[in-house]
């Protein structure tokens, strides 16, 4: 496994823009496949993105195409989100994941940060 460790939340106005960061310890970070998912308060957890470890194609919520921007810099250990055109539906915390296998479910990942947490007022 491997130790992820979120960061780049915070409290938004709609419209705004945030990025966010997964740093990884391992330093076979280029092995895994990387996902981000989030978690509304009473809601189950949702996939949102994920980038392949082969040639970082990144995968889309379809709630979330064409706003968000997966990468990842695989020298530097870290995975990025970057969110534009935020929305109030967008409020959640946001986990950052790493497996072995491309999933956009929770299972597909052996490997969870902490969490951060983002909120967009309307």
């Known amino acids: 496994q491997v130790q992820l460790v979120e960061s780049g939340g915070g409290l938004v106005q709609a419209g705004s823009s945030l990025r966010l960061s997964c740093a990884a310890s391992?330093?076979?970070?280029?092995?895994?496949?990387m996902g981000w998912f989030r978690q509304a308060p009473g809601e189950v957890r949702e996939f949102v993105a994920a980038?392949?470890?082969?040639?970082?194609?990144?995968y889309y919520a379809g709630s979330v195409k064409g706003r968000f921007t997966v990468s990842r810099d695989n020298t530097n250990n870290t995975m990025y989100l970057q969110m534009n055109s935020l929305k109030p539906a967008d409020t959640a915390v946001y986990y950052c994941?790493?497996?072995?296998?491309?999933?956009?479910?929770?299972?597909?990942?052996?490997?969870w940060g902490q969490g951060t947490q983002v909120t967009v007022s309307s």
């Open positions: 391992a330093r076979t970070f280029n092995k895994y496949n």
């Open positions: 994941a790493a497996g072995a296998v491309l999933s956009t479910h929770t299972l597909g990942y052996d490997s």
């Open positions: 980038i392949t470890r082969e040639d970082d194609t990144g």
